[in-house]
């Protein structure tokens, strides 16, 4: 068994795609769905899985998604936070709130959310 992607339905994909270009995932398709969605793959440059697999549905309901109660987020490994933020501000997306560890001695994590409003962690490698 391996684990190859998890998707989320999203209401502009251009805005969506650049956001995770910015976190540093590279587009590598889109696939179209018949005449109802096209499917966008991207991943971590050099690894071929997994994917973070993002849906456009033509017909997105009014007011976009509802993210729901159970949702927590997806985590990324960077190798400095501070340096990640910095160039995610130049581009207009800033953390839920500054850089912190849940415990002494571990790794500083940060949130930033996505424009449809998924939450990203981001981990700094220590």
Do not use: W
Request: charged content about 30%; overall charge negative; glycine content about 12%.
């Amino acid at each position: 068994m391996e684990f190859i992607h998890t998707c989320y339905r999203i209401t502009d994909p251009e805005r969506s795609v650049a956001f995770y270009e910015a976190l540093g995932l590279e587009k590598r398709r889109e696939l179209p769905i018949r005449e109802e969605a096209v499917n966008y793959f991207l991943g971590v440059p050099g690894k071929e899985q997994p994917e973070l697999e993002l849906t456009y549905n033509f017909e997105t309901p009014d007011g976009g998604y509802d993210v729901g109660t159970g949702y927590g987020h997806i985590a990324l490994t960077v190798d400095d936070v501070d340096e990640t933020l910095g160039a995610l501000a130049e581009k207009g997306i800033e953390p839920e709130k500054p850089p912190y560890q849940v415990r002494e001695g571990g790794a500083r994590i940060c949130f930033v959310r996505d424009p449809d409003g998924y939450r990203v962690e981001l981990i700094e490698r220590g």
